[in-house]
Nanobody
Framework: QVQLVESGGGLVQAGGSLRLSCAASGRTGSSYTMGWFRQAPGKEREIVASISWRGGITYYPDSVKGRFTISRDNAKNTVSLQMNSLKPEDTAVYCC?????????????????WGQGTQVTVSS
């Protein structure tokens, strides 16, 4: 089992930045892909970034590409999401997730472990 706890959400004006962090505990010795997802009210959960076990491969959807950056520190069992140039449409609950495979995936159903999420609100 892997436990995930997010931090760093909050309220920011459009154009601003936030950095989210996710701390993993439990069976962190395996080769997990990590991902960040978000869910806005009335919308489906969608991926915003994923990173392979060794960090060499990342994935971003077009909606955040060039604005968001995912990174990980396996020694500290953490994964971060730097979000720049935030837009009101980025408002959502952001969750980190772990997938028991070293390869990245945008498929939310392939992620077995999820954090509780942290709210990000971007005001216009």
């Amino acid at each position: 089992q892997v436990q995930l706890v997010e931090s760093g959400g909050g309220l920011v004006q459009a154009g601003g930045s936030l950095r989210l962090s996710c701390a993993a505990s439990g069976r962190t010795g395996s080769s997990y892909t990590m991902g960040w997802f978000r869910q806005a009210p009335g919308k489906e959960r969608e991926i915003v970034a994923s990173i392979s076990w060794r960090g060499g491969i990342t994935y971003y959807p077009d909606s955040v590409k060039g604005r968001f950056t995912i990174s990980r520190d396996n020694a500290k069992n953490t994964v971060s999401l730097q979000m720049n140039s935030l837009k009101p449409e980025d408002t959502a609950v952001y969750c980190c997730a772990a997938r028991t495979s070293p390869a990245t995936s945008s498929n939310k159903y392939s992620y077995a472990y999820w954090g509780q999420g942290t709210q990000v609100t971007v005001s216009s």
